[in-house]
């Protein structure tokens, strides 16, 4: 029998050409939260984060709402990204936000290149439809 149970669920869109927004939700029955981060893909830098805490068991988690913002600014492309995130944002306020956040970003590369090969296929239909 599960006594416990904890999804997180990572999607993806890309409002602009160099932007992918990131939407993050962690679900058990004691957290509920989402994040919402947007990354300029050409350098892998944070440039927006929101968050939501819908459930949560302890008072420093709604510090986790402005301590998230430290996390702007640092590229998912440099070293130990995934560390100092951790460090600065989870040590500070909640775990749970940063390691959200972190996996949010371990899906850049993914992200891209699924968009990429999306853009690949729509050319070739379009190249398709003009030479017929």
């Not at 989402?34 to 949560?56: F, L, P, Q």
């Not at 972190?102 to 190249?127: F, H, K, P, V, W």
Request: proline share 2%; glycine share 6%; net charge negative.
């Amino acid at each position: 029998m599960i006594t416990f149970s904890r999804s997180q669920v990572v999607g993806v869109e890309f409002p602009y050409e160099d932007t992918a927004r990131f939407h993050g939700v962690q679900d058990d029955h004691i957290y509920d939260m989402e994040v919402e981060m947007d990354v300029r893909i050409s350098d892998g830098v944070i440039i927006a984060i929101t968050e939501r805490m819908k459930r949560y068991t302890n008072p420093v988690c709604t510090k986790a709402v402005d301590v998230l913002q430290d996390a702007v600014g640092i590229s998912l492309r440099e070293p130990g990204w995934m560390a100092r995130v951790l460090r600065e944002v989870g040590r500070s306020s909640c775990e749970h936000f940063a390691e959200l956040g972190n996996e949010c970003g371990r899906c850049l590369d993914q992200a891209r290149m699924t968009r990429d090969r999306i853009d690949e296929i729509a050319n070739r239909l379009r190249s398709s439809r003009d030479h017929h």
